[in-house]
């Protein structure tokens, strides 16, 4: 009888390893795991990631992994794809958005932060209130020193910036708009600006702000609207990047003339 019972339970094991493509990588990472072999764990995770990569369990373990040898930004990605694919799971959720924060990823902690709070946690309505209370009393700070001082070029830019992280993206549109206008030359801010009115949805806005900021004399800040231009354009294959030798001529919507040269 004991045989038969050995018998059997042998054979549950054997049917769960083979039903379970990640079993072997697994096991694998948790020995290692316990033996403080980090390194060896996060390949083994990472092999069963592979193996199972909608399964939230294994790239949560992943990421509490890759914090042990302070790779941060791997495991905010881990803990952003555990929270995709297990939104319920708000302790993975809090571990994402307090990541973010540290990796300087302030408006997408606050994010998710705000989402978390509402269904009553307090560690996230707590997380929150310290990433919104500063944003929201610079914005007021640089509001008033606007109305002292139209033309503030810092002003309307730190507002602009702020206004971003908040989410007030009509606010941030509109100052670093207003910035740009009294530094022209300044084109890094036409990547500013081009990202906020894509996320307004205003694409044909957004594009005329990258392809001016790409036809400036700022070789890095030309290079990267070049670049998100590609990456925004659907034939991207086909795409001619403009040369500072491009006729200048204006492409704008005729409602914004962003394009005019100087």
Same mark, same amino acid.
């Given at each position: ?16 390893? #083979? ?11 948790? *020995? *290692? ?6 390194? &060896? *764990? ?14 939230? /369990? ?14 941060? &930004? ?25 990541? =973010?924060?540290? #990796? ?15 269904? $009553?946690?307090? @560690? ?26 139209? $033309? ?24 670093? &708009? ?24 205003? @694409? ?7 392809? /001016?900021?790409?036809? $400036?004399?700022?070789?890095?800040? /030309?290079?990267? /609207? ?9 034939? +991207? ?14 492409? =704008?919507?005729? +409602?914004?003339?962003? =394009? @005019?040269?100087?």
């Amino acid at each position: 009888m004991v045989r038969i019972i050995i018998a059997i339970l042998a054979a549950g094991a054997a049917t769960a390893q #083979t039903a379970d493509p990640a079993y072997a990588p697994l096991e694998k990472a948790y *020995a *290692a795991l316990r033996a403080n072999r980090y390194d &060896e *764990a996060i390949t083994a995770f990472q092999r069963a990631v592979a193996l199972a990569p909608q399964r939230a /369990a294994i790239r949560k373990d992943l990421a509490y992994a890759l914090l042990k040898i302070g790779e941060n &930004e791997a495991a905010r990605d881990q803990f952003a794809e555990a929270m995709r694919l297990d939104p319920a799971d708000d302790h993975v959720a809090l571990e994402y958005a307090f990541l =973010c924060y540290e #990796t300087k990823q302030q408006a997408v902690a606050r994010r998710v932060f705000d989402r978390i709070r509402k269904t $009553g946690n307090t @560690t996230a309505e707590e997380a929150f209130q310290n990433i919104d209370r500063p944003l929201a009393d610079g914005i007021a700070r640089w509001q008033k020193a606007i109305d002292l001082a139209p $033309g503030n070029f810092s002003a309307h830019e730190e507002l602009a910036r702020l206004a971003e992280q908040r989410d007030e993206l009509t606010l941030a549109a509109e100052h670093y &708009e207003k910035a740009w206008r009294i530094k022209p030359d300044e084109r890094a801010l036409l990547l500013d600006l081009g990202r906020v009115w894509k996320a307004l949805g205003r @694409t044909g806005d957004a594009m005329s702000a990258l392809l /001016a900021a790409s036809r $400036g004399a700022q070789p890095r800040v /030309a290079e990267r /609207a070049r670049e998100l231009l590609r990456l925004a354009t659907p034939t +991207s294959t086909s795409f001619r990047a403009p040369s500072r030798s491009t006729p200048r001529t204006p492409t =704008c919507a005729a +409602s914004w003339p962003i =394009c @005019t040269s100087k």
